[in-house]
């Protein structure tokens, strides 16, 4: 599907809450042989100028994930707790991170704190693109 040349690695973290309520990061999930196309601004509100940099990924229906499923984010939000670690899934909210990553963490912000806010994107829009021959099938994911 996609030029060898072309194809990173980036790292997803999986955001949702618990039993109780409380958020939980997932252990990251390396996604190897995607398609990453970065982009930069800058956009200017009131007195202040804010990033507007943006990510999108094209991510192989095929790919696989050592010891993990992929699950719809609908479904992966009613799993009980104990379960959420044999999968992974890509929702509105999750953190992007463009370079393989094996380190956990416990909140979000620690997320940006360690790789800057130029390298962690939170995702603002899954497409599952499932129609065509098996090579063309893909996630299309956006994030800012």
Same mark, same amino acid.
């Given at each position: 599907m996609l030029?060898?040349? *072309? #194809?990173?690695?980036?790292t ?9 309520? &409380?958020p939980?990061?997932? =252990?990251? *999930? ?9 982009? +930069?601004?800058? #956009? &200017?509100? /009131?007195? !202040?100028?804010?990033s ?20 719809? =984010? $609908?479904? +992966?939000t009613?799993?009980?707790? !104990? ?6 899934? &890509? /929702?509105?909210?999750?953190k ?7 380190q956990? @963490? ?7 704190? =360690? $790789?800057? @806010? ?12 499932? @129609? ?6 893909? +996630?299309? *994911?956006?994030? #800012?």
């Open positions: 030029p060898n040349q *072309v #194809r990173s690695a980036v997803i973290y999986n955001l949702s809450t618990d039993s109780k309520n &409380l939980v990061i997932s =252990a990251p *999930v390396i996604l190897d042989g995607v398609y990453q196309n970065n982009s +930069y601004g800058l #956009r &200017l509100k /009131a007195e !202040a100028v804010q507007d940099d943006k990510v999108l990924l094209i991510i192989p229906l095929s790919i696989s994930v050592s010891g993990r499923d992929y699950i719809d =984010a $609908f479904l +992966y009613r799993l009980p707790d !104990a379960e959420r670690s044999n999968y992974w899934t &890509l /929702a509105k909210g999750d992007i991170i463009n370079k393989a990553v094996e956990e @963490f416990n909140r979000a912000t620690d997320i940006e704190k =360690a $790789f800057g @806010f130029d390298n962690v994107y939170t995702i603002s829009e899954v497409v599952t693109n499932n @129609f065509g021959s098996p090579s063309l099938q893909h +996630y299309m *994911v956006t994030g #800012r």
